[in-house]
Nanobody
């Protein structure tokens, strides 16, 4: 399974971006997918996740109300809509796929990772 993240770029504070993560390879049927981000000099942190079957979502407090995760099962693609962006949202964003959600905020929970896409928010 390969995950390809795209959609990053430079945006002004208050603006919006939509990231995409497309999965390819063997039959893709994860339990769920998530987005993480990693700012320079910081650890990779959980942003949000979506259950592949039910579509249920969960977000980190730092993005709740501003970011929305959705998925298109037919296209094996998950999206991260980011609104009201802040300079502190600047990071490389990674998508990941998991076979379970036992500890979904932990990077160790995920079996596959995309290559990351850079989001830069200017003030």
């Amino acid at each position: 399974v390969q995950l390809q993240a795209s959609g990053g770029g430079l945006v002004q504070a208050g603006g919006s971006l939509r990231l995409s993560c497309a999965a390819s390879g063997r039959t893709f049927s994860p339990y769920g997918m998530a987005w993480f981000r990693q700012a320079p000099g910081k650890e990779r942190e959980f942003v949000g996740r979506i259950s592949w079957g039910s579509g249920g979502t969960y977000y980190a407090d730092s993005v709740k109300g501003r970011f929305t995760i959705s998925r298109d099962n037919a296209k094996n693609t998950v999206y991260l809509q980011m609104n009201s962006l802040k300079p502190e949202d600047t990071a490389v964003y990674y998508c990941a796929a998991a076979k379970s959600f036992v500890r979904f905020t932990s990077t160790a929970n995920y079996d596959y990772w995309g290559q990351g896409t850079l989001v830069t928010v200017s003030s």
